[in-house]
């Protein structure tokens, strides 16, 4: 499960999982809020969205490198943009609302009033909160271990969020406990702490990503073509492009020019041509197109190993 294509397919699998087990903790987290009229509620439920979002970029950006749109080095593309910008805009009003709600019934309590809408959180919601809870805090344990297996640093990030997404509910949980003890104002104020620590977590989360939303190049391709040429039966290597993040992980492509005696290991050159790149940078996803002189130009795609001759899978008819 470290290698090639099952250290991503159980990448991909378990980000699948977490995004639809996010999904269902963020619906019961709204359910609940909306029963119980809580806005802390309400506000940690903006972190757990955040969960979903971060979960369906990493995701989406697995399925396009598994299967890419064009020959070129591809990252996030417009569809990961557009939802970047939707949350950003979502996030600003929900944020918003739930920050003036929430100063309104703080200065309604200091001033002596009472709620119009008292925060009510009965037993059977509280079980049902807890076990959402139970559940989280397990398959965060999971995706910590599988993170390490894989030696993936998205897994890794994508365990902290959900950490500290259990971490919040549980303050949430003692946060209506209080109220339900008669300290009201608990709830408002955690309101405004959880939209104030969601929107530091959203920055956070974009940073992630935004490398990978822009074109950048973090390897000299020098130092790539080095790497390359280190590899017996090289010839040439151009036409380098790579993008992403050192360490954590790169797309990178290149044309190659193998003499016609290695034509018979032209896989084992491009896996050792990836293995060395990621030896010395991290996690890399390689595409290769190359040459031998003999055949026509091979496309090596490091993902699935698929070698394509003039656009179709090496062994398929004409």
Known sequence: MTEGPNRDQTSRLVLFITLWLSLFVLSVKVSAAWATQSLSLMGESLFTLLICFNTLVNLLMITTYDNPPDLSVYGHGKRETVITFV????????GGNLCLLSSQQLLTLIQGGTLTIPVRLSLPLAQLLGAVLAMSLGWSCL?????????????????????????LTILVLGGLWGVSRGFL????????????FAGNNCWKVINWQLPL????????????????????GVTRCDQI??????GRFMYVEMHLVVHPEFSGVISLIAERIQGGIQERYGPVQAIFHIDDDLTASIR???????????????????
């Open 87 to 94: 949350l950003i805009a979502f996030f600003g009003f929900a």
């Open 143 to 167: 995706m910590i271990y599988q993170a390490k297996v894989v030696r993936s640093p998205t897994l890794r990030f994508q365990a902290a969020q959900m950490l500290q997404d259990v971490g």
């Open 185 to 196: 104002w608990l709830d408002p104020l955690l309101s405004s702490f959880l939209v104030l």
């Open 213 to 232: 939303l822009v074109k950048q190049t973090p390897i000299d391709p020098e130092a790539i073509a080095h790497i390359a040429h280190q590899v017996g």
């Open 241 to 246: 492009q790579c993008r992403g993040v050192v």
């Open 300 to 318: 090596w795609n490091g993902s699935n190993r698929n070698q394509q001759i003039n656009g179709k899978d090496e062994g398929d008819g004409e």
